[in-house]
């Protein structure tokens, strides 16, 4: 059975840090494309970073780039995302979602088949 797991979310100030978790079970992740993706409340859901099954490419949405980091302990199955200099606009739920390769833009919510339940990210003073 799959499914991911995600952790490390809470409340943190302006230009704080986090780091999520996503702790895969049923299926190994290194063949598999990992994204996190995000939902503020009245928002649609937004990509925020894959890391490829292929050749471990990373990929991120242009407001977090340079501030987030994506990465694979495949020992672990598990996948990280560091997040830095964190801004009150990244608050919102996270989730992480895993899909066979297809082709497809990362980013693209329904092209991927399985969800965690999400963690909340709260960034404010």
């Known amino acids: 059975q799959v499914q991911l797991v995600e952790s490390g979310g809470g409340l943190v100030q302006p230009g704080g840090s986090l780091r999520l978790s996503c702790a895969a079970s049923?299926?190994?992740?290194?063949?598999?494309?990992i994204g996190w993706f995000r939902q503020a409340p009245g928002k649609e859901r937004e990509g925020v970073s894959c890391?490829?099954?292929?050749?471990?490419?990373?990929y991120y949405r242009d407001s977090v780039k340079g501030r987030f980091t994506i990465s694979r302990d495949n020992a672990k199955n598990t996948v990280f995302l560091q997040m830095n200099s964190l801004k009150p606009e990244d608050t919102a739920v996270y989730y992480c979602?895993?899909?066979?390769?297809?082709?497809?833009?990362?980013?693209?919510?329904?092209?991927?088949?399985?969800w965690g339940q999400g963690t909340q990210v709260t960034v404010s003073s």
């Open positions: 979602a895993t899909r066979r390769p297809d082709g497809s833009m990362w980013y693209i919510p329904r092209t991927y088949r399985y």
């Open positions: 049923g299926f190994t992740l290194d063949y598999y494309d």
């Open positions: 890391i490829s099954s292929r050749n471990g490419n990373t």
